[in-house]
């Protein structure tokens, strides 16, 4: 199974100047959700530690009750935000993930996908370099979720 990005979830050229502000900006995205509640969600995460995972890049994530599908936004932040980030860095690439509350498994498998690909310096050139959020969007049709060999159970 291929992550799915679509392109009215993504932006391509975030001005936040914080990381609540991102976050915030990002929450909006799911249009069909209760951006508040995806904000409080996220922002009780960030609170157990930073997801910026280094190489200017964070993967925000929680789980959300009453989801019934993994989802995914995506954004791109030029100048970079000060994410807390384990190296430091500024982030400016984002990709929020939000998974239903019974969702383990593939909660872990599309973090590692996501973990995996980002830590590749081509692949987050070619993000910072896309043109558009349909570009955006289809470099992601290329990660696929990991298959872990364990039970999350």
């Given at each position: 199974m291929t992550l799915n990005i679509p392109p009215e979830r993504v932006l391509a050229a975030s001005e936040a100047t914080s990381k609540k502000a991102m976050l915030t900006e990002m929450a909006g995205?799911?249009?069909?959700?209760?951006?508040?509640?995806?904000?409080?969600?996220?922002?009780?995460r960030e609170k157990l530690g930073s997801t910026g995972i280094g190489h200017g890049v964070a993967?925000?994530?929680?789980?959300?009750?009453?989801?019934?599908?993994t989802r995914l936004a995506l954004a791109r932040h030029v100048e970079g935000v000060d994410f807390d980030a384990i190296d430091g860095l500024p982030v400016h690439i984002v990709i929020m993930l939000l998974v239903p509350d019974d969702e383990d498994r593939k909660h872990l498998q599309t973090l590692a996908a996501l973990a995996r690909s980002l830590q590749d310096?081509?692949?987050?050139?070619?993000?910072?370099?896309?043109?558009?959020a349909e570009e955006l969007s289809d470099l992601f049709k290329s990660i696929v979720e990991l298959k872990m060999p364990f039970s999350a159970s």
């Open positions: 995205l799911f249009s069909s959700m209760d951006s508040d509640q995806v904000l409080e969600s996220i922002m009780a993967i925000p994530h929680c789980r959300i009750p009453e989801l019934t599908e310096k081509l692949f987050r050139q070619s993000i910072m370099g896309a043109g558009n």
